[in-house]
């Protein structure tokens, strides 16, 4: 039974690879989630989708006249 074991489990690497891993994975998300806070909450009034669309209407408006 033990052979069975180490042949199925015996190519993965040591528990702290995966303990790292697992906690560099959660790390990455953290910060990804916190810079995506950051540039909404610093994002510039031009940078908003709705006044990117009313300045687009307002070029339109001006481009036909």
């Known amino acids: 039974m033990i052979e069975i074991e180490y042949r199925l489990l015996g190519f993965l690497p040591q528990m702290a690879t995966f303990v790292i891993a697992v906690g560099l ?5 953290i910060i990804q989630r ?5 540039n909404e909450k610093v994002k510039l009034p ?6 990117l669309q ?3 209407r307002m070029e339109q408006r001006k481009g036909s006249e």
Do not use: A, G, P
Not at 34 to 38: A, I, K, Q, S
């Open 34 to 38: 916190v810079n995506d806070w950051v």
């Open 25 to 29: 994975i959660i790390s990455l998300l």
């Open 46 to 51: 031009w940078m908003e989708e709705t006044n």
């Open 54 to 56: 009313q300045r687009k």
